[in-house]
């Protein structure tokens, strides 16, 4: 099963892609006082943009649920790139007094 469970900030705000059906966002995920990781992160089939234009906004803590993805391309260069990117299945907001889910 391929499930994770991360927490963090967003880093920017989300990035709309409604002629996909899509939007995608970044998280940084503080392990330790000095050590912090970030992921790239997106959902896919989306069909009402509202939460993410009104709530996914730089800075907001999230806690997001999904699969892990690798997406492979060869850059303008000509080398392959790999990357590694979470497909959201469930975003939690945090740290508000009404905290909104969205669910797959």
């Keep these: 099963m391929n499930v994770s469970v991360i927490n963090g900030n967003l880093t920017e705000d ?15 995920h503080n392990e330790s006082k000095d050590r912090v990781s970030y992921f790239k992160c997106a959902r896919y089939q989306v069909e009402d943009f509202k939460f993410a ?11 997001i649920t999904g699969r892990s993805a690798n997406n492979n391309w060869i850059g303008k260069d000509g080398r392959k790139i790999s990357e ?3 497909i959201a299945s469930n975003i939690e907001l945090m740290g508000y ?6 669910n797959k």
């Design 14 to 28: 989300a990035i709309i892609r409604e002629k996909n059906n899509l939007y995608s966002f970044s998280i940084a």
């Design 53 to 63: 234009k009104t709530n996914l906004k730089k800075g907001q803590p999230v806690q």
């Design 84 to 86: 590694y990117l979470l």
């Design 97 to 102: 007094v009404n905290k909104q889910k969205v």
